[in-house]
């Protein structure tokens, strides 16, 4: 079955400290994994995706197949990292699959 | 840039009426579109993936006959929730994709109270 898992709900931190969202994938195919972010009344928006690998707004993400992961990490977080971050796995046929979502809270 | 509309950003409705919801990609064309709903402090749910010219692909407990998606064209998709109840009231958000690519472009929601 195809799943996306990030096991926190909540994650809190304080301003400058490293900071890793975790997310777990199932699929038995060939992954096309994203993350998104949703910014205090903003709509949802693309952070980075797997591909490119390519550092956004200081955050990087690796893909481990062998862990099935794609964790997302900071290695210091700032106030305006505050927000929802979805992991996405997309499938055959451009379905996208998210994750639970886990909120960051970067305090001062 | 990638945008995409929504209209209305919300409404109200009596129960058993219908109610009409617009996606548009305003400055790309969008072949794939899609239609999620979330409950408060959820995360998103896929309802339906929406190709143009063609039937949308329903999710596995999403009512086809209650939730119509036509996409009539590239740069429109409309959902219509058909004789509305309470349990019907959610946020609505569609996302739109560009041909031959995976990542989404998402509208700004609708938010639906059914009374």
């Known amino acids: 079955a195809q799943r996306v898992t990030q096991p926190e709900k909540l994650l809190s931190v304080f301003k400058g400290a490293p900071v890793e969202l975790k997310c777990n994938y199932s699929y038995s195919g060939s992954p096309e994994l994203f993350w998104y972010v949703q910014y205090s009344r903003q709509r949802l928006q693309l952070l980075l995706r797997?591909?490119s690998r390519e550092s956004i707004k200081g955050f990087t993400a690796d893909l481990n197949k062998g862990e099935t992961s794609f964790h997302l990490k900071k290695p210091f977080a700032q106030e305006e990292d505050s927000a929802m971050y979805y992991c996405?796995?997309?499938?055959?046929?451009?379905?996208?699959?998210f994750g639970a979502g886990t909120r960051l809270f970067v305090k001062a | 840039g990638a945008v995409v509309s929504q209209h209305p950003s919300w409404v109200i409705c009596k129960s058993g009426t219908s109610v009409k919801i617009e996606c548009r990609s305003l400055?790309?064309?969008?072949?794939?579109m899609f239609w999620y709903r979330q409950f408060p402090k959820q995360s998103l749910m896929l309802m339906a993936t929406s190709n143009e010219g063609s039937k949308a692909t329903y999710e596995q407990g999403v009512e086809k006959d209650k939730f119509l998606i036509n996409h009539a064209s590239l740069t429109l998709s409309t959902l219509t929730v058909t004789s509305a109840h309470p349990e019907d009231s959610s946020f609505y958000i569609c996302s739109a994709s560009r041909p031959g690519t995976y990542e989404q472009y998402f509208g700004p929601g609708t938010r639906l109270t059914v009374t």
């Open positions: 400055d790309f064309q969008a072949t794939t």
């Open positions: 797997h591909i």
């Open positions: 996405a796995l997309s499938t055959g046929g451009f379905k996208t699959i």
